[in-house]
Structures are given as structure tokens and as C-alpha cells.
């Protein structure tokens, strides 16, 4: 049941009606009808996870108040301990466990020694790594006082379930989620209306944008080594379009759909391929993933590094990263991936610009010369690590390199459908205009006439039934 499907849309009109109209009188009634709905909408994927979901749950739930109760602070991390340990130890086993079991034996092999094991049939439970890492980062502030344990099960289980991001993000923390549960939520239309939008935006990424670039890109990933060095560069250019398309596609629906409801959800994109710098990309990507790694790797890690001054922060932003890979999945390419990232962070970090974002005129329409060489200088870089993203082996992503270069550069592409181009270029266009804001079209058009309007949102609807492509699985679905 995604988010795109006619069986989502007949579910959430349904969800939505009892929870505004019949479910209203009382905060409890709507936050148990809102778990309800979570389970339903988690159980359509396969039941079987909904135990785990709910385990994992209550165990948090408990260890949460024993640390917040613990009369030492040894006792409290013992139970913080048995917290990650579970955390971990989930995702270790359902992610990484045939990971370690490959990656060991190849190393034997690589000596000729031929070891008889043998990898398990485990199936990967949607959203695992995005629920894992909120009742972790509940723990971790339960434990150093920056929230306090929820005593209510109701609430904290609607924490962990939450439909609308559990499965692909965005990854909110307890502090800033928990209180939006425990205060009674009244509709309104305003907000309702900009929800909407953001939907409408996230929906013309995903099907238009996102699903027609897909099938170019797989053509071209799965034929590379048979296609002209122009065909890859231009699959490296869609993949880096897809990508941002389908994964910022499907946060803008999780929380125009949150914002349906009365919540306020992490902000995950905040237009990334305008960065102007690496470090300024990955304040822009992936922001709940990033701030959530910069609050409980990196700054952590730079702290018992910090004795040895800027080597420490590099250090600590290339292990940072590595885990950022790592979460990703259980493959040496996200671990090259993230190590590769944190290598593109040591300029910055030795010309003390680290933290630092350039300076730019949200009102201008275009850029400047000198901030479109900063963005290809960032987004090129970008778009050659995706090649490590999607391929499915270190060696497949080299090789996919080597064939970049191999001289037939200016040998006609693979045929891309000419309104594909066109598409393309029109999102950018007012990703850039809308740049400034939460999403693209939140006010960009706010000045113009209604009528104008009115028609700017007919087109976006009619552009998503005549172009959308056969629909696709949500990339990060299989994070």
C-alpha cells in the first residue's frame, strides 16, 4: 500500500473521515485510532512484522521509564545498554547478518579456503532502519535528560508506528513528536490546504518525474557494459534525478499527509542539488538521517577526538559517513559510498568552512556565474557516487566507470523521450524559483491571480495522468 496506489487513497479517505468527524471529541480516541491505522497500514505489507514492530515497541516503552527512574546512573546505562543492544542487534540480523556471513567467507576464499556456511532466508522488515533509529535516539535522550520517559503506552507506540514516515522516514525525534500526541489536535483549513500541495508536489516528483526517469536508468544500468560512454553518463545524470525525485517525492507526501492529520514532521530536502558546497549538500539531503548522525556519531565521536584538532574531525566525519553508508544496506558499496563522502568533507574541514553555507539571493530567478560553477562542483561530484549507490557490486560500479571513459563519449544515448527532457527542466525551473521555502510550490505563485493558480495545479494533475510511467517501488522502501 504505497502512498501512489488507488488502495492507499480509499484507505487514508476512510482514515481520514473517522479521524476528523467520528474520533475527534477526544485526544486518546484519535491517537488510538490513529495506532490502529499505523498496524493496518504496516500489516498490509506483511503481518507477520507487526509483532516485531509491537515488541520492539514496548520493550522501549519499559526501558525508557526504567532509565528515567533508575536510582544510578549504572543501572540507567545498563538498561540504555540493553536498548542498543536490541536496536543494533535487529538490525544487524535482519540487514547485515548474510552481509557478514558473504563478506567472510570471500575472505577465506581469497586464500583458497572454501568454507562450508551458509547464508539465511531473511526477509528485511520495511522501515526497520527508520523506526530502529527513533526509539534509539528516544533512549539515548531519555538517558542524558533532553526528554523525559513517556508514561502514556498509547502515545508512545503511535511514536514508533507513525504511518505516515514509518517506512521511509522522515526520523523524528521523541522531543519534538511525543508533545504533538499528548495535545489535542483541531483541523485546520489552511493547513489542511497546504498539506495538500505539498502531496500534489510530491506525487508530480515521484510519478512524473521520478518513475519516468527510472526506466531510462535501468535500461541503461543493466545494459552498460553493451551502450556507448554517452548512455552511462546520461544514466549517472536521470539516476541522480530519480533519486532525489523518488526519496524527496515520498517525504513531501509523508508530511503533506502528516500535516492532513495535525502533525508537524521533520523537514527532510531542503533542495540539495542547489548546494553550493559538499557540507552545505548534506545539511540539504537527507536532513533527519544527517542531523540524527551528527547529533549521536559525530559530535560524540569529534568530542573524544577533539585532542587531535582537525585530524580528530576528519576522523570522526569519515566514520560518521561510514555509518551513513552503512545504514543504507548491507553492501561494500554504500560503505565505499560513505567513505567517499567523508573524504569530499576534509577540504572544508582544513579551510575552516566546515559550517559554513555561501551566501545567495533566494529572489533571483537564475544564478550567478559564480554560484552555478559552485553547484556543478558540487552536484558533479554528488552524481558520481550514485553510480555507487545503485550498482550492485563494488567491481559493477568500476567497471561502469572505466566504460564512462572509454571514448565513444559522442555516440548518440540511449533515446530518451523528448517530453522527459522537458519535464525535467521544468522541475528544476521552479525547484529553483520555490528554493527559499518548504517545498517548491508552497508560495511561489502566491502573487498571481487565483485563476493562475487554479491552473498551475490543474497542470500539475493532468501532467501526472498523462506522463505517469508504470509505477515503481519507493527506492529507500529497501533501506
Not at 535516539?137 to 542524558?144: F, P, T
Not at 489536535?185 to 521520478?210: N, S
Request: net charge positive; proline share 3%.
Amino acid at each position: 500500500m504505497t502512498f501512489t496506489s488507488i488502495t492507499f487513497f480509499s484507505f487514508f479517505l476512510v482514515f481520514f473521515f473517522l479521524y476528523w468527524f467520528l474520533f475527534n471529541k477526544k485526544n486518546v480516541s484519535q491517537n488510538l485510532l490513529l495506532l490502529l491505522g499505523s498496524y493496518f497500514f504496516y500489516g498490509w505489507w506483511d503481518w507477520r512484522f507487526l509483532f516485531l514492530l509491537i515488541g520492539v515497541s514496548a520493550l522501549n516503552f519499559y526501558l525508557g521509564i526504567k532509565i528515567s527512574k533508575s536510582s544510578s546512573d549504572k543501572w540507567s546505562r545498563i538498561y540504555l545498554n540493553i536498548g542498543l543492544f536490541q536496536g543494533i542487534g535487529g538490525l544487524v540480523y535482519f540487514k547485515y547478518f548474510n552481509f557478514f556471513i558473504t563478506s567472510f567467507k570471500q575472505s577465506f576464499a581469497a586464500f583458497g579456503m572454501n568454507l562450508d556456511i551458509h547464508t539465511l532466508n531473511i526477509i528485511l522488515p520495511l522501515g526497520i532502519s527508520f523506526f530502529t533509529f527513533r526509539t534509539i535516539s528516544y533512549l539515548v535522550d531519555v538517558e542524558n535528560g533532553k526528554t523525559e520517559a513517556c508514561t502514556d503506552a498509547l502515545t508512545f507506540f503511535n511514536y514508533v508506528s507513525f504511518f505516515p514516515s514509518l517506512l521511509s522516514g522522515p526520523i523524528d525525534k521523541a522531543r519534538d513528536f511525543i508533545p504533538q500526541l499528548e495535545k489535542k489536535r483541531v483541523f485546520k483549513y489552511e493547513t489542511g490546504v497546504d498539506g495538500l500541495k505539498q502531496i500534489l508536489w510530491g506525487l508530480f516528483k515521484k510519478l512524473v518525474i521520478a518513475d519516468n526517469c527510472g526506466r531510462i536508468v535501468n535500461q541503461v544500468f543493466a545494459n552498460f557494459e553493451l551502450m556507448p560512454s554517452s548512455s552511462l553518463w546520461l544514466g549517472m545524470f536521470l539516476y541522480g534525478v530519480q533519486l532525489y525525485t523518488d526519496f524527496s517525492g515520498y517525504s513531501d507526501m509523508a508530511i503533506g499527509i502528516s500535516r492532513l492529520l495535525g502533525f508537524d514532521i521533520y523537514k527532510n530536502f531542503d533542495f540539495p542539488f542547489f548546494a553550493q558546497s559538499i557540507p552545505e549538500y548534506w545539511r540539504k539531503w537527507h536532513i533527519s538521517l544527517t542531523s540524527w548522525l551528527t547529533e549521536y556519531v559525530f559530535t560524540p565521536l569529534s568530542f573524544q577526538f577533539r585532542k587531535y584538532g582537525k585530524l580528530g574531525v576528519i576522523l570522526a566525519i569519515i566514520i560518521n559517513f561510514v555509518i551513513c553508508g552503512i545504514w543504507h544496506g548491507a553492501n561494500w558499496t554504500y560503505v565505499l559510498y560513505g567513505f567517499v563522502h567523508g573524504l569530499f568533507f576534509i577540504p572544508a574541514i582544513l579551510n575552516d568552512t566546515f559550517n559554513k553555507n555561501r551566501k545567495t539571493d533566494l529572489n533571483r530567478n537564475f544564478p550567478t556565474l559564480t554560484e552555478l560553477f559552485n553547484i556543478l562542483t558540487t552536484f558533479i561530484p554528488v552524481l558520481f557516487t550514485f553510480i555507487l549507490f545503485k550498482s550492485e557490486s563494488v567491481s559493477q560500479a568500476f567497471k561502469y566507470y572505466a566504460k564512462m571513459f572509454s571514448g565513444n563519449f559522442l555516440s548518440a544515448p540511449v533515446t530518451v523521450p523528448i517530453y522527459v527532457y522537458g519535464l525535467i527542466l521544468y522541475f528544476f525551473l521552479i525547484e529553483y524559483k520555490g528554493r527559499g521555502q518548504d517545498y517548491a510550490i508552497k508560495n511561489t505563485f502566491a502573487k498571481f491571480p487565483i485563476v493562475f493558480r487554479l491552473l498551475f495545479y490543474f497542470f500539475l494533475i493532468t501532467t501526472i495522468f498523462l506522463f505517469s510511467a508504470s509505477e515503481q517501488q519507493f527506492i529507500y522502501f529497501q533501506f
